[in-house]
């Protein structure tokens, strides 16, 4: 396993990983540093899992909060008596620089929970929304995290964004008896037996996606991350398909989440004159900054585009259409899909908001989240019960994701998906202009133990029973 570079390890001990201060640090990606997979995982046959950066310090942080005074609340209200709804805490950094796009998931989570309470609610209640911020801040989900399962004595918990707030939260759940509905696509290399992954992985979405562009966009590449578990597998998965390709990776650079400053990358991109830029970069200050500078330097999408993992409609409004114009992206969803389930998504969300939606596959999973829950309500036994959701949901189904394809819960609980890639138009949408059928996960495929260096002799497993 090789260490994280001393510039980001330096860094990263400074402070939490959500809640960086921009400054300009770039480290080179020598190699797939820092992917460490999530703590606790789930044991899959002839795959084990280490643990990331970010769950140590959630497991130190844990070790170390104090427990409430007085005895425990355990029962849903939180008072021991059963509550006249079934509460959900929505955990999300409604404040600091994840804001924009967490505002908009927690939004869509609030009008999935509006559209179940309409048909009745979840086993004859309704379920009500109780926000907490963790304000952009990997430290302060976990703390909230706890705060919601130990002190309000809720049991489902939806949200988080980012792998490191995702695996800042799990420890939590595992102490205090909880479940989290996660709405984004991520890394793989995780199972976690609490956790219901509503988004992709990246034999859904990823893979595709790279070799398209390698095959139709050139096989000389310039990678560019924000520095933190996802956009290093991701690149770690460009540049084994790179490889394969016999292609050439030009430079490999991540920064700090919230960097606005590229002009080291952006002159180092204009003098190495790659065929593609695959771009892993997170948030709407870095990636709205970063297109910005790109096209202020000349560079161009008829001469050296950008191929995007996490570029959102948020993202392409933000930096203005034209910058982001014919540009490229890829996801399990873009709001151009036409349908009468997306349609009926993008409307509930002008009612909510009042604004037009800049709609994106994190927001859609946040929605298909709360849906699955109420779909799998039917086989609950008791809706108190964090082991009865975990039993229920595996098999349990939607069929109005606005994807347009049902989405399925798998025995690990992640699930299915299709896959588009979409050409940013003038007006900050995505035309789709090539899709792939719904799939499904594989958290552990082998090119993605293969390109990170994991394998099941060097790879320690760290899974709790329940």
């Given at each position: ?16 990983r ?6 300009r640090?770039?480290?080179r ?10 703590r ?6 002839r795959?084990?899992?280490a643990r ?11 070790a ?6 007085g ?19 929505l ?7 994840l ?10 989570s609030?009008l999935?929970?509006?559209e ?8 004859g ?18 703390f ?19 792998s ?7 420890p939590?759940?595992h ?9 984004t696509?991520?890394?793989?290399l ?25 095959e139709?966009?050139g ?6 991350g ?8 991701a690149?770690a998965?460009a ?13 490999d650079?991540y920064?700090?989440l919230?960097?606005?400053?590229f002009?080291e990358?952006?002159?180092?991109i204009?003098?190495?004159?790659p ?18 500078e ?12 950008i ?8 993202d ?18 873009f ?7 997306n ?30 829950l109420a ?9 108190d ?5 975990l ?16 989405i ?21 949408r ?32 760290a899974?709790?029973s329940?």
């Amino acid at each position: 396993m090789i260490d994280v570079p001393q510039t980001v390890a330096t860094a990263a001990a400074a402070q939490p990983r959500d809640s960086v201060v921009p400054t300009r640090v770039i480290a080179r990606g020598s190699g797939p540093a820092g992917i460490r997979p999530g703590r606790w995982a789930a044991r899959v046959p002839r795959r084990r899992h280490a643990r990331t950066w970010t769950s140590r310090v959630a497991s130190a942080t844990m070790a170390w909060m104090p427990e409430p005074k007085g005895p425990g609340q355990t029962a849903p209200g939180g008072d021991g008596v059963r509550s006249e709804t079934l509460r959900i805490g929505l955990l999300s950094a409604l404040t600091g620089p994840l804001a924009p796009v967490e505002q908009s998931i927690h939004d869509a989570s609030l009008l999935a929970i509006d559209e179940v309470n309409a048909a009745g609610g979840v086993a004859g209640r309704q379920l009500e929304a109780v926000s907490a911020d963790y304000a952009s801040d990997t430290t302060q989900a976990t703390f909230e995290a706890t705060r919601l399962l130990r002190d309000e004595g809720i049991r489902l918990l939806a949200g988080g964004y980012t792998s490191a707030s995702r695996v800042a939260i799990q420890p939590a759940l595992h102490k205090h008896n909880g479940l989290l509905l996660y709405p984004t696509y991520y890394e793989g290399l995780e199972s976690d037996p609490r956790t219901l992954y509503a988004g992709a992985v990246p034999n859904q979405f990823l893979t595709p996606f790279l070799e398209w562009v390698l095959e139709h966009l050139g096989d000389r590449v310039a990678l560019i991350g924000s520095d933190y578990i996802y956009p290093r597998a991701a690149g770690a998965i460009a540049k084994r398909l790179v490889t394969n390709h016999r292609g050439t990776v030009l430079s490999d650079r991540y920064v700090p989440l919230g960097q606005t400053d590229f002009g080291e990358v952006i002159a180092e991109i204009a003098r190495l004159q790659p065929s593609v830029v695959i771009s892993n970069l997170v948030g709407n200050d870095s990636v709205p900054a970063f297109y910005r500078e790109y096209r202020a330097a000349g560079l161009r999408a008829d001469s050296v585009p950008i191929a995007a993992t996490v570029t959102t409609e948020l993202d392409l409004r933000t930096m203005g259409p034209i910058v982001g114009a014919d540009h490229y992206m890829t996801g399990s969803y873009f709001s151009t899909i036409d349908g009468p389930a997306n349609r009926a998504f993008l409307e509930g969300l002008r009612r909510r908001t009042a604004v037009e939606p800049s709609a994106h596959a994190a927001q859609v999973g946040a929605y298909n989240a709360i849906h699955l829950l109420a779909a799998a309500a039917e086989r609950v036994t008791d809706p108190d019960s964090t082991e009865a959701w975990l039993s229920a949901l595996p098999g349990t189904a939607f069929a109005g994701s606005p994807e347009e394809h049902p989405i399925t819960v798998g025995a690990d609980l992640h699930t299915s998906h299709p896959a588009h890639i979409g050409r940013a138009d003038e007006h900050g949408r995505f035309e789709i202009i090539k899709s792939w059928p719904a799939s499904a996960p594989d958290p552990y495929p082998a090119l993605l133990l293969d390109a990170t260096g994991l394998t099941d002799d060097n790879v320690s497993a760290a899974a709790p029973s329940g």
